[in-house]
């Protein structure tokens, strides 16, 4: 296997696990969850069991996604699903988690 290819599957991993741990006890909190499909869904499965699925299912493309290494593309897929998650997950909830330590 492609050595920057599984970098970037335990980059992604990674995310998605902090992903799912800063959004349940930001919930906790809380602070609103900014997904609307998360946010309608909740109610239903409850917070707890609506990460795991999603976060189980986003888990599942990524592994989906290394296993296709020689396929074109597929490493800058990616880094764009890293970059993805690093803007729109990791530095919102970093933001919001370090304001609490700042005041």
């Known amino acids: 296997m492609n050595q920057r290819l599984y970098q970037l599957f335990l980059l992604n991993l990674c995310l998605q696990i902090f992903d799912g ?15 609307p ?7 239903y499965l409850g ?34 699903l890293a970059a993805v998650y690093v803007f729109f997950s990791f530095i919102p909830w970093m933001t919001r988690l370090l304001s609490l330590v700042a005041v």
Do not use: Q
């Not at 741990?21 to 997904?35: F, K």
């Not at 499909?37 to 109610?43: F, H, K, Q, V, W």
């Not at 986003?58 to 490493?75: I, K, T």
């Open 37 to 43: 499909l998360l946010l309608n869904i909740m109610p």
């Open 47 to 80: 917070l707890g069991t609506t990460l795991l699925l999603f976060k189980a299912k986003a888990c599942g493309f990524l592994l989906v996604l290394r296993r296709l290494d020689a396929r074109p593309f597929v490493c800058e897929s990616m880094i764009v």
């Open 21 to 35: 741990v800063a959004t349940y006890e930001g919930v906790r909190l809380h602070w609103s969850e900014g997904n």
